[in-house]
């Protein structure tokens, strides 16, 4: 692409860049911490956009003024110390502009939300709770390495283990942005515990992820909320403890159920289920929009149908095979262990080259 292309949109962004610095300072935004947030989080987005906007420009200057030198000078020393200035510098281009493409990619605004990660056991009976459970160990691994704060929302345990379902809401930065990519079936071979024979079984589980709508993001009318409470209950159906703590929400138009148990409070219980039922409710309309951007990127398939296969884990072989970009690694009990980021960075990397695909950049 030309120069005086990328450059017209950098400086766009540099303009852009310098007003919301200078609003920044205004008492006016101060005083409006809402608003000081908003500009705040704008102005970290385009920092990087604009030391690159820099560096790109004094290139450009440089292979112009090096142009310029070769053109006017005699010396023959000072004339091959310009070719090898102006062949790095030229060298040097191609590169930055690939980094400026993907920075000038329009970024989600999903991205930066908080989510709510569900996680159910599919096919496989008793195998598929314990593989769930499985699950659970090595997301919350990756969150402690993140620091993110991982809170559950309710559960139903496994028979012999694991987890028939669980639903947690997960808080930190950019966390819907990096664990989109695990919604999808995860299926996992293996002789299980069960099993007297040896033989290799294939169950699954299923991982949904949620952006976490905001307090303003969705009006829910109290009128349209039917509030049950009950005692929290544990394994086997006995009652955790003895008071109606539990809350259990019904959407009146919707039909949507939402329960929570894991607090002791009520009030609490009840908060947290009110912001997982504003989520689901949100996401009635966000999955209109997952729906269209699935069928242009295979990395973003997991998300709008949540019935496809996205990852096997083949303990056998040790290995880990993500069938959306044909990404196949052998180091298995390390994943499981929550060391995820590696799979996670090839499948953005796979979806930023789909998007750039689709921008006029």
């Known amino acids: 692409m030309a120069n005086n292309i990328i450059l017209d949109k950098l400086q766009g962004v540099k303009e852009r860049f310098v007003e919301v610095e200078r609003l920044l300072a205004q008492p ?32 450009l200057l440089n292979i112009d003024s090096t ?54 056991a ?127 929400l019904t959407h009146i138009p919707t039909g949507i159920i939402v329960t929570c148990q894991d607090e002791k409070s009520q009030i609490k219980n009840y908060d947290k289920a009110l912001r997982e039922m504003r989520t689901r409710l949100y996401n009635l309309e966000y999955q209109k929009y997952l729906d269209s951007t699935s069928a242009k990127r295979k990395t973003m398939v997991s998300t709008g149908d949540r019935s496809a296969k996205i990852r096997t884990y083949n303990y056998p072989q040790g290995r880990m095979t993500d069938h959306r970009i044909n990404l196949t690694m052998y180091n298995l009990p390390s994943i499981l262990d929550g060391n995820i980021q590696e799979v996670i960075d090839k499948l953005q990397m796979a979806e930023n080259a789909e998007r750039l695909k689709e921008s006029n950049i």
Not at 96 to 118: H, Q, S, T, V
Not at 228 to 239: A, E, F, L, N, V
Request: net charge negative.
């Open 28 to 59: 006016e935004v101060l005083s409006d911490m809402d608003k000081y947030i908003k500009l705040n989080k704008e102005f970290k987005e385009l920092s990087p956009v604009v030391d690159a906007y820099e560096k790109y420009r004094n290139v």
């Open 67 to 120: 142009k310029q030198l070769l053109s006017t000078e005699k010396d023959e020393e000072m004339r091959e110390m310009a070719k090898m200035e102006l062949d790095q510098l030229v060298e040097s281009v191609p590169d930055m502009e690939e980094e400026i493409r993907f920075l000038l990619i329009p970024k989600d605004p999903e991205d930066e939300k908080d989510a709510i990660l569900e996680i159910r």
């Open 122 to 248: 599919g096919t496989g009976g008793d195998e598929a709770s314990i593989f769930a459970g499985d699950l659970v160990r090595m997301y919350t691994k990756y969150f402690e390495e993140k620091g993110w704060k991982a809170e559950i929302n309710s559960y139903t345990e496994g028979t012999v283990g694991g987890y028939k379902e669980i639903v947690m809401s997960v808080t930190g930065e950019g966390v819907y942005g990096t664990l989109k990519y695990e919604s999808g079936v995860h299926r996992v071979q293996r002789v299980p515990q069960t099993e007297t024979q040896g033989r290799v079984h294939t169950s699954a589980a299923s991982v949904v992820v949620l952006p976490e709508a905001g307090e303003f993001d969705v009006e829910i009318k109290n009128e349209d909320i039917r509030k049950d409470t009950y005692c929290s209950s544990g394994p086997g159906g006995q009652s955790v403890n003895t008071t109606y703590s539990a809350i259990r």
